[in-house]
T-cell receptor, first 111, second 114 residues
């Protein structure tokens, strides 16, 4: 199973870009990287996912290194409402496809 | 609003009670999931249903009994729970439990077992 490693916590000033790193050195060639976030006591919210190429949507950008062993989620202009736990997930295949959640990065956006 | 609803949002039950958690998805998906999130622990996958058939049971104790009558509804029946079962129970759905499918989560049911 591919596992991910994230820093336990980060702070970011409001209005600045938040760059959240993730290591997934054992990722397989056909496994995507997903990012979710969980605001306190709510269900996880899908943000973005990618395989090899960088991806961008209305919420964030995802930068994946060429060797695919790490990635960075970028929130271009963080707001107070972006304060949450961010999970980097590599979906594994072992009969049934499933997510393996780690402990994530607790991002605190400061006013 | 993700299109996945869960009821009740909060539940307190005694160890001898029987209760059920309900999940409904309005997304036309065919796969549904139950996850457990205990305090200060990562989300743990409990069950996976694909086209109403259970395809994964992640070594969950038998006091948790899932039911999937159709692709839109998922239940988790609870009986003789223990205090350590207190947690946030999350339901999710995806188009299929295969391929690179994005899962969409409900708001969760926060369960307290006394």
């Amino acid at each position: 199973d591919a596992k991910t490693t994230q820093p336990p916590s980060m702070d970011c000033a409001e209005g600045r870009a938040a760059n959240l790193p993730c290591n997934h050195s054992t990722i397989s060639g056909n496994e995507y990287v997903y990012w979710y976030r969980q605001i306190h006591s709510q269900g996880p919210q899908y943000i973005i996912h990618g395989l090899k190429n960088n991806e961008t949507n209305e919420m964030a950008s995802l930068i994946i290194t060429e060797d695919r062993k790490s990635s960075t989620l970028i929130l271009p202009h963080a707001t107070l409402r972006d304060t949450a736990v961010y999970y980097c997930i590599v979906r594994v295949s072992s009969g049934t496809y499933k997510y393996i959640f780690g402990t994530g990065t607790r991002l605190k956006v400061l006013a | 609003e993700t299109g996945v609803t869960q009821t009740p949002r909060h539940l307190v039950m005694g160890m001898t009670n029987k209760k059920s958690l309900k999940c409904e998805q309005h997304l036309g998906h065919n796969a549904m999931y139950w996850y457990k999130q205990s305090a200060k622990k990562p989300l743990e996958l409990m069950f996976v249903y694909n086209f109403k058939e259970q395809t994964e049971n992640n070594s969950v104790p038998s006091r948790f009994s899932p039911e999937c009558p159709n692709s839109s509804h998922l239940f988790l029946h609870l009986h003789t729970l223990q205090p350590e079962d207190s947690a946030l129970y999350l339901c999710a759905s995806s188009p299929l439990a295969g391929g690179q499918e994005t899962q969409y989560f409900g708001p969760g049911t926060r369960l307290l077992v006394l």
